[in-house]
C-alpha cells in the first residue's frame, strides 16, 4: 500500500510545469508570482496530504488543479469589507455601515481623493489654512452656532469636550442618562478617560433641575445632558430640559452641553417621525455646545459634530487631543458635501438615501414594491416563490428607539429550504443579502433595499438554485 501511495505521490505535477500552463500564467499576471506561487506549492502539498491519507488514489487533471488554483487565489483576494444587500428595514444599521452616501458625496470624496486638494493651504493668500475651515461655516449657517468643529465621530467629540473643558473638575449628569452606546462604550467610561469626575444626579426616572442645583459645587466644570437615543424611558418619568439646563448654566456660570446622539438637521414631524428637535432649535434653547453625529440621521461620512460658543470651542480647537482625533481629507470631502445639500432642505430629503428611507411614504412603498417584484420575477427560476406581507421598519442608530415606519415585505421562498436555511445561503452570496426572519418567513424590507440593489439582489437569489445542498446551511 505505501508503495502504491508512493507511486501515485510521483505523478503529482512539478511547481515548474505548473507555472508555465497559459492559465496559470494568466493567474500570475492577476496576482504576481509570488502569491501564485505560493498557492501552488500549499494546493500541491495538500494533494500529497490527502494521498498519504489514502483519501486520492488519482491524481486530478491538470484543469482540475488550474481551476482549484484560481478558486484559491480569488477568494484570498476578495475584499473582506464588501457590499451587502440591506433587506432589514432599519435604516441607519450600525452594523451594515450605517447610512448610504448621497451621490454628491461619493463624487467629493472621489475628488479629494484622487489628486492633492486644499486641504490646510489658502490658495488666495499662499499660506497654511486648517481642515476645519471647510465646513465650519457651513455648520454654523445650517445650526445657527458661533462656531463648530469635527473630528472623527461624536464619543470623540464628548472626549475632546470634555478634556478641554472639564478635567480634573465634576460634570453632573442625570442617571437616566449614563447611556451605553454599540461596542459598550459608556460615557461614565469616556468620561473618566477625559479627566473629568462624574457626578450623577437623580434617579433613573427621574431628575428635577434641583437635582442639579443641589450638586453644582466650587469643583463643578460642566453641567451635561445626553440625549437617550438608543433607548426609552417610560411611565412614571421626570427630565430636565435643555432649556432649564442651559438657564441653570447661566445663573451659575458654567458651561453646559448636550450630547445629542445621531443628531438631526431638518425637523422630521410633518413626516409622521416626531419627538427629535434638530440641532438648530436645541441651540437656540441656549445650550453652550451641542455634539452630534455626522454619519446616522445626518447622512454623511462617519464624524463627530461640535458647534456652540465661540470661546469654547476655541478652547477644543488649541486642545493636543484634536491631533489625534481629526478627520481625514475623505471624511471632510464626503461630509462637507453632504452639509451643502441640507442648505435646500428639500434637496436634503430627496438625495440624501437615509432621509429619503427614512420620510418614504406607504404610497411609495407599495408602488417600488410592484416595480422590485416585477423586476425580480422576470427570469427567476420557478422554485422561487415571492410574497408580500404588511409590516414595520426602524431608523436605528440609536435614533428613535421607540419608532415603527409602516412597510411592505417580501418573503422569499425556496424548496426546500427553510427560513433559516434562506438566511444562511442569502447571506454567503456573492453579494451578501441580509434579511430577517419572522413567523418562520424569510423577509426582505422594501425600504432599505436600494434600486441599484436590484440586479444584484436578483443574481444572490438566481445562486440559491445552484447550490449542491441545502444541507451545508443547517
Known amino acids: 500500500m505505501t508503495r502504491l501511495l508512493n507511486n501515485i505521490a510521483a505523478t503529482i505535477p512539478k511547481v515548474d510545469r505548473l507555472l508555465e500552463q497559459p492559465a496559470v500564467m494568466e493567474l500570475i499576471a492577476a496576482y504576481g508570482r509570488p502569491e501564485v506561487l505560493a498557492a501552488v506549492q500549499m494546493t500541491l502539498d495538500a494533494l500529497r496530504q490527502q494521498i498519504r491519507q489514502g483519501g486520492v488514489l488519482t491524481i486530478p487533471p491538470l484543469d482540475s488543479i488550474i481551476n482549484q488554483l484560481h478558486h484559491q487565489l480569488s477568494q484570498h483576494n476578495r475584499p473582506s469589507l464588501k457590499k451587502v444587500i440591506n433587506g432589514t428595514g432599519i435604516v441607519v444599521h450600525t452594523n451594515l455601515g450605517r447610512s448610504p452616501l448621497a451621490d454628491a458625496a461619493l463624487d467629493a470624496i472621489r475628488n479629494a481623493a484622487a489628486g492633492y486638494s486644499n486641504l490646510e493651504y489658502v490658495c488666495e493668500q499662499g499660506v497654511r489654512g486648517t481642515r476645519y475651515s471647510h465646513v465650519e461655516q457651513l ?28 478635567c480634573g473638575r465634576e460634570v453632573i449628569v442625570s442617571r437616566g442618562e449614563l447611556v451605553e452606546i454599540g461596542g459598550s ?40 445632558k445626553v440625549h437617550t437615543s438608543n433607548f426609552s424611558i417610560v411611565g412614571f418619568t421626570c427630565e ?138 422576470s427570469g427567476l427560476p420557478a422554485e422561487i416563490e415571492l410574497f408580500t406581507h404588511s409590516g414595520e421598519s426602524n431608523a436605528g442608530g440609536g435614533a428613535f428607539p421607540l ?72
Open 403 to 474: 419608532l415603527q415606519l409602516p412597510t411592505i415585505l417580501i418573503e422569499v421562498r425556496c424548496a426546500p429550504f427553510s427560513p433559516t436555511q434562506l438566511d444562511a445561503a442569502l447571506r454567503s452570496a456573492t453579494i451578501p443579502v441580509i434579511g430577517r426572519i419572522n413567523r418562520e418567513r424569510y423577509l426582505l424590507d422594501v425600504r432599505t433595499i436600494r434600486d441599484g440593489d436590484l440586479p444584484e439582489l436578483k443574481n444572490s437569489l438566481h445562486q440559491l438554485v445552484n447550490k449542491p445542498s441545502h444541507r451545508q446551511f443547517s
Open 240 to 377: 430636565t430640559s435643555v432649556a432649564e439646563l442651559a438657564q441653570l448654566g447661566r445663573e451659575k456660570a458654567l458651561a453646559t452641553m448636550l450630547d445629542a446622539g445621531s443628531g438631526c438637521l431638518i425637523d422630521l414631524a410633518p413626516y409622521g417621525i416626531g419627538g427629535e428637535a434638530t440641532i438648530r432649535q436645541q441651540l437656540a434653547e441656549g445650550i453652550d455646545m451641542v455634539t452630534f453625529s455626522g454619519d446616522k440621521l445626518l447622512g454623511g461620512p462617519q464624524a463627530g459634530i461640535i458647534a456652540g460658543k465661540r470661546h469654547y470651542l476655541e478652547a477644543m480647537k488649541h486642545h493636543p487631543l484634536l491631533r489625534a482625533l481629526r478627520i481625514d481629507k475623505l471624511t471632510l470631502a464626503g461630509l462637507e458635501a453632504t452639509l451643502r445639500l441640507y442648505r435646500d432642505p428639500q434637496q436634503a430629503l430627496t438625495t440624501i438615501p437615509t432621509l429619503q428611507m427614512l420620510t418614504m411614504s406607504i404610497k411609495q412603498i407599495r408602488k417600488r414594491t410592484t416595480t422590485i417584484i416585477r423586476r425580480l420575477r
Open 185 to 224: 462604550f459608556r460615557i461614565p467610561d469616556v468620561m473618566r478617560q477625559s479627566g473629568a469626575q462624574l457626578v450623577e444626579v437623580g434617579s433613573t426616572n427621574r431628575t428635577y433641575l434641583r437635582d442639579y442645583q443641589q450638586a453644582v459645587t466650587a469643583e463643578t466644570g460642566l453641567l451635561l
Open 139 to 166: 455648520i454654523c449657517e445650517l445650526t445657527g452656532a458661533e462656531a463648530a468643529l469635527v473630528v472623527n465621530n461624536n464619543a470623540a467629540a464628548v472626549l475632546l469636550a470634555l478634556s478641554s473643558l472639564a
